[in-house]
């Protein structure tokens, strides 16, 4: 799966655990002569699974030199949040959309991040003015206006009898994935936002997909 580039984060995070155990057992020999049939052992594990041979020196730099590389890229440790997490935009779909997460650390892929979160940020502003009522010419609603429409991955207004202060003219029924008309609304403005995020999302899960397969090409070339 890793030289033909199908390799997802699980198995890089495989990979460097076995790296990890590989280099203590050698440096371990390397430290201890009286290791030598243990080493002998292990190469001829390693010869016969990926019918290579090679000198246990020459091995422990390739896996450190390995090792390092995919520690450049593949995230080990600590958390990938989602771009934003309140209450004005269902935090189950903005979870659903970014998925890809969790796998690269950001600095991998941090234009398609940034653009992640600037999208998100502008959706949040949308949803919180045109759903939620949070402006000084509307009056905040006091029920959860906002649903989820899993289904057609939309975050849309339930009912326009939440809104009080606002132009109702400027809100319209939305479109399911087949282009009909569903019984929730929303307007220009948070659909705009929406597609843009929904865009970036895109675009940083390809990215992310680029980083993993161009990560597998060049440890395969070592």
């Not at 600095?107 to 999208?119: G, H, I, L």
């Not at 057609?152 to 479109?175: A, E, I, M, P, Q």
């Amino acid at each position: 799966r890793l030289c033909v580039g199908q390799a997802d984060v699980h198995v890089y995070r495989q990979i460097l655990v076995s790296m990890d155990a590989t280099i203590a057992i050698l440096e371990m020999a390397e430290a201890d002569q009286n290791k030598t049939e243990m080493i002998e052992s292990l190469m001829t594990i390693i010869e016969y699974e990926t019918n290579w041979r090679s000198d246990p020196k020459v091995l422990l730099e390739k896996c450190k030199n390995v090792k390092e590389r995919m520690e450049k890229v593949i995230l080990t440790d600590g958390e990938d949040r989602i771009s934003i997490s309140n209450k004005f935009v269902h935090e189950r779909f903005l979870t659903e959309n970014e998925k890809w997460r969790g796998s690269v650390k950001v600095s991998s892929a941090k234009d398609e991040y940034d653009k992640v979160y600037e999208t998100a940020r502008t959706l949040e502003d949308a949803v919180a003015e045109d759903f939620w009522c949070l402006t000084s010419t509307c009056e905040p609603t006091p029920k959860i206006p906002v649903v989820y429409d899993q289904y057609n991955n939309l975050v849309v207004l339930r009912d326009t009898n939440t809104l009080t202060g606002k132009n109702k003219d400027d809100y319209f029924h939305s479109k399911d994935r087949f282009g009909k008309t569903t019984k929730y609304y929303t307007t220009n403005r948070v659909q705009d936002a929406l597609n843009s995020y929904l865009e970036a999302c895109a675009a940083a899960q390809r990215k992310v997909a680029n980083v993993l397969i161009e990560l597998s090409e060049d440890i395969c070339q070592e």
